[in-house]
């Protein structure tokens, strides 16, 4: 396996926290805790993303001989929060690929190189793409999130890339690529060109469906800005989000209000959904959904209508945060909620329905953020149950619903939101709404290595 810290990484950690550095490279060792559970039972895995490995690891880790199946399609694993860093010119899109090799060692587990096309929860089985039947006694659903480019009216994802369109979200997890990133990073450095003989309309869309890193679209607002803004140029922002605010914390929220003072001028629209895009003309079209108070004069009293008008914004540049959903196999299963996400419960991640049926990841469909750093600490929680149900006993561990944001409001800073299902929930007893120079070092140098050699490999 190598999945053992290099010389590299290990050095950029070092410059970073000795204190850090040692922690790595004492967890990257070879020794291995003995596996102890002595269950019995078929595992089926199905994705080979952050959860799916994460999920895999912690399964060898603690059972002895373990019958597992991972029916996974892709080789290359996407390091996906590095798709913002490529974006903005301070990692190379090479540095996003991790190989799942190093992870599922196939003389002891069964690698299924396809997707599940169907999953059939009444008879315990999944049936894959080239139409294998998989049977199992448990199944773990860790097939993330899947872009829907094509609910954009208008839109063909071939577009972005083209006629001032980005999108750092676009990438396709089976073959291993990340294309939204460099295009995305090319599309900034034609906003400075563009902005050296006039001010360019840049707009910046995010959906109201729930998406993965809900921080992403700002994170390329800002970072657009500030790379402008270091050139000594600018331009017309305008942040169009379906959301009713810039953060759900209120603290956070006027932080971002503040940051957004450092750039020239941004317009904030919410509510504001894009439903359609004229490539070539340049001009989206939003659905502003609100209410209003209206007065009915033979009630004599005031009541809340429901409005939804259509709104055309201008542009020279786009970017585009896609709206976000199950993948198809999914949807087109008996397991989703009425959200349309799959129905666990938001503490012991076990399927409501279907209890030898589990989720981690994107797929889930609980309240809180969609981050790898939440799959993490999802992990622990949907292994100690999944061995509690495979021992007949009650499940006893609760995700509290962590996750974390680490909203990019210049180069150089970050404000690392860490919030769960009771509020915020800071790592470090630091003002959590700061945006602060520690973070963006830890989160640009340190987090993949701690990624690649602990997260993935269930040592942390
Ligand atoms: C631009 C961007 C920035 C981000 N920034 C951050 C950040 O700063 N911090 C953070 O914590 N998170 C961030 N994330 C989110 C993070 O990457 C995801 O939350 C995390 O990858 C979720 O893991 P997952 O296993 O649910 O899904 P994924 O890691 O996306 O994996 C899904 C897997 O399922 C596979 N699959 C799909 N369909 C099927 C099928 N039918 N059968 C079998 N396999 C299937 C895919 O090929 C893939 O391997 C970011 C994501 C993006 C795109």
């Known amino acids: 396996m190598s999945n053992k810290l290099s010389r590299r ?45 994460m999920a895999l690891s912690r399964l060898q880790r603690a059972i002895k001989n373990p019958d597992i199946t991972i029916i996974a399609p892709n080789e290359i694993h996407i390091y996906q929060p590095g798709q913002v860093f490529v974006a903005a010119g301070e990692m190379e899109v090479e540095d996003l690929y991790l190989d799942n090799h190093d992870y599922i ?15 059939d929860p009444q008879n ?11 049977l199992y006694d448990y199944l773990i659903i860790a097939t993330g999130i899947q872009s829907n480019y094509e609910e954009i009216e208008g839109l063909k994802k071939e577009d972005i890339g083209t006629n001032g369109i980005s999108s750092v979200y676009l990438n396709d997890l089976e073959h291993g690529r990340a ?18 003989t006039k001010k360019p309309k840049v707009l910046y869309t995010q959906p109201s469906s729930p998406i993965k890193c809900g921080g992403a679209p700002q994170k390329m607002l800002y970072l657009s800005a500030d790379y402008l803004k270091e050139a000594g140029l600018s331009a017309e922002y305008t942040f169009a989000t379906g959301l009713k605010s810039l953060f759900h914390l209120p603290k956070i929220d006027k932080e971002l209000h503040k940051t957004q003072e ?19 003309n340049k001009k989206a079209t939003f659905i502003h959904a609100y209410e209003e108070e209206v007065y009915d004069e033979d009630f004599e009293i005031y009541e809340k209508v429901s409005r939804a008008d259509e709104v055309v914004i201008d542009y020279d540049f786009i970017h585009i945060t896609p709206p976000m959903s199950p993948v198809d196999p999914l949807k087109n299963s008996d397991l989703l909620d009425n959200m349309g996400w799959l129905e666990v419960d938001q503490y012991s991640l076990q399927h409501k329905r279907y209890k030898n049926i589990f989720g981690i990841g994107d797929v889930c469909g609980i309240p809180m953020g969609k981050t790898g ?3 993490r600490h999802h992990g622990p929680v949907l292994v100690e149950n999944l061995l509690s149900l495979m021992k007949n006993e009650t499940l006893k561990a609760k995700f509290d619903g962590y996750t974390v944001c680490p909203l990019k409001t210049q180069y150089g800073k970050i404000i690392m939101a860490e919030f769960n299902y009771k509020g915020p ?32 490999t269930g040592r942390f």
Request: charged letters at 25%; proline letters at 3%.
């Open 124 to 134: 315990n089985s999944v049936t894959t793409r080239s139409g294998e039947e998989v």
């Open 9 to 53: 990484d290990a050095l950029k950690v070092i410059g970073l926290s000795p204190v850090a550095a040692s922690v790595l490279l004492s967890s990257s060792a070879t020794t291995q805790l003995e596996a102890s559970e002595d269950v019995k039972g078929k595992i089926v895995i199905a994705g080979g993303g952050s959860g799916a490995i």
């Open 425 to 456: 929930a800071p790592t470090f007893p630091l003002d959590f709404e700061k945006p602060r120079w520690i973070w963006w070092a830890f989160d640009l140098y340190m987090l993949k290595p701690m990624y690649k050699y602990l997260m993935l």
């Open 373 to 375: 750093g939440s799959a």
């Open 179 to 196: 294309e939204g990133a460099t295009i995305t990073w090319d599309w900034f450095n034609d906003l400075k060109t563009a902005a050296k």
């Open 262 to 280: 450092r750039y020239d001028k941004i317009e904030n629209k919410f509510q504001h959904h894009l439903r359609s895009i004229d490539v070539k």
């Open 105 to 119: 060692d196939t003389n002891k587990v069964n690698w299924i190189k396809d997707e599940v096309n169907k999953f």
